[in-house]
T-cell receptor
Framework: EDQVTQSPEALRLQEGESSSLNCSYT??????LFWYRQDPGKGPEFLFT???AGEEKEKERLKATLTKKESFLHITAPKPEDSATYLC???????????FGPGTSLSVIP | DTAVSQTPKYLVTQMGNDKSIKCEQN?????MYWYKQDSKKFLKIMFS???????INETVPNRFSPKSPDKAHLNLHINSLELGDSAVYFC????????????FGEGSRLTVL
């Protein structure tokens, strides 16, 4: 069965302290892997799509990378406004639905 | 202008009641979704419509019935509410049916007492 796990469950960083979030996935044929950001009381906001191993995407302090079994979301010199839950999701080639992971709750302390 | 809007934002109701949540998108997208986010924050797909046609129907109790009057609207009606239905329900839309690039509404928090 296709599934997505994320680690750590929660992460506290000092402002400026770079780190990475992990997303491990099992899917029979990957159509795409997606990263979202969710602020408290809001809906998820789309960040990136990655399609194949070796691909990288960047946006401000965030960089997403993809291997055949994992994706990493690297956060460089984070700021308090980067605090949110980051969700990873996958879509397989044999179906249309998107399967979400449980998320990593990131807190960046000033 | 809000891209995906849901109403109401909050619902508090008694067990056994019936309730509806409405969703509208002004992005011109062809596909719309209902997701459920439980207390553990897991987002799970419930239904998806593409141009008013039901294309995803996950294992959801028959008490949940989606309706899409046109491709810009997707409503969710829930009969005989149970305690376990308490969750945040998100509406989303996408330009294509086979993409994971979804645009979400702000959610409707349902509390069943």
């Amino acid at each position: 069965e296709d599934q997505v796990t994320q680690s750590p469950e929660a992460l506290r960083l000092q402002e400026g302290e770079s780190s990475s979030l992990n997303c491990s996935y099992t899917v029979s044929g990957l159509r795409g892997l997606f990263w979202y950001r969710q602020d408290p009381g809001k809906g998820p906001e789309f960040l990136f799509t990655l399609y194949s191993a070796g691909e990288e995407k960047e946006k401000e302090r965030l960089k997403a990378t993809l291997t055949k079994k994992e994706s990493f979301l690297h956060i460089t010199a984070p700021k308090p406004e980067d605090s949110a839950t980051y969700l990873c999701a996958v879509q397989g080639t044999s179906y249309d639905k998107v399967i979400f992971g449980p998320g990593t709750s990131l807190s960046v302390i000033p | 202008d809000t891209a995906v809007s849901q109403t109401p934002k909050y619902l508090v109701t008694q067990m056994g009641n019936d309730k509806s949540i409405k969703c509208e998108q002004n992005l011109g997208h062809d596909t719309m979704y209902w997701y459920k986010q439980d207390s553990k924050k897991f987002l799970k797909i419930m239904f998806s419509y593409n141009n008013k046609e039901l294309i995803i129907n996950e294992t959801v109790p028959n008490r949940f019935s989606p309706k899409s009057p046109d491709k810009a609207h997707l409503n969710l009606h829930i009969n005989s509410l149970e305690l376990g239905d308490s969750a945040v329900y998100f509406c989303a839309s996408s330009r294509l049916r086979n993409t994971g690039e979804l645009f979400f509404g702000e959610g409707s928090r349902l509390t069943v007492l």
